[in-house]
């Protein structure tokens, strides 16, 4: 990592096109990288993660890997944009992937069909998800990472879905500080099937 890889993640990137986030109730989105999710029968909840480096992606991925273990009747995924190498160092830093599939796509096609576009300078900096940060670090010794690859501006969102392919839960993030709270996933995509 060097600072210019770090500087090069605070520069704007391409926007790219992006689909209305699905709704509860409508069909998940299909992509090259995800398929049809839900489609076997088998419940998922999917992650779109912040970049690699970021304390948010981070908590989110750890508390993702924490809830998958105690479901192993749904499948767990989390997606990355940053590419496949930074992903990895990443994940070997936080002990590993566990029971989560991770899917890398730093073309960001998954989340744009998942309506998961550019962000503002608002969402990702605005005072309350920085002062955030600074509590994620005291409070969970979570903080900044390198940034070898990805996009500051990148949006992030969580979603189940149920075995009939249909979303149960889910939406695109408010700010780059929200972490999904995956046990209302799982009880969403278990309640509704």
Not at 48 to 72: I, N, Q, V, W
Not at 165 to 182: E, L, R
């Amino acid at each position: 990592m060097t600072w210019q890889t770090e500087l090069q993640s605070w520069r704007f990137p391409t926007n790219i096109t992006t689909s209305g986030p699905p709704a509860v109730g409508q069909k998940a989105p299909e992509t090259s990288k995800l398929g049809g999710l839900g489609k076997d029968g088998k419940p998922v909840v999917v992650t779109f993660l912040r970049h690699c480096g970021c304390p948010f992606a981070e908590k989110t991925f750890k508390s993702m890997r924490d809830t998958a273990p105690t479901h192993p009747d749904i499948r767990f995924i989390a997606v990355s944009h940053s590419d496949q190498e930074a992903t990895n160092r990443w994940l070997e830093a936080l002990g590993g992937p566990a029971d989560v599939e991770v899917v890398i796509d730093p073309e960001r096609e998954s989340y744009a069909a998942w309506g998961l576009g550019v962000t503002s300078f608002w969402h990702v900096l605005n005072p309350w998800s920085l002062y955030a940060v600074y509590t994620l670090g005291k409070q969970d010794n979570i903080w900044n990472r390198d940034t070898e690859s990805g996009t500051r501006w990148q949006s992030s969102g969580s979603f189940a879905v149920g075995g009939d392919g249909t979303v149960k839960w889910g939406g695109a993030s408010g700010s780059a500080d929200y972490v999904p709270g995956f046990e209302e996933a799982v009880g969403e995509v278990e309640r509704k099937g």
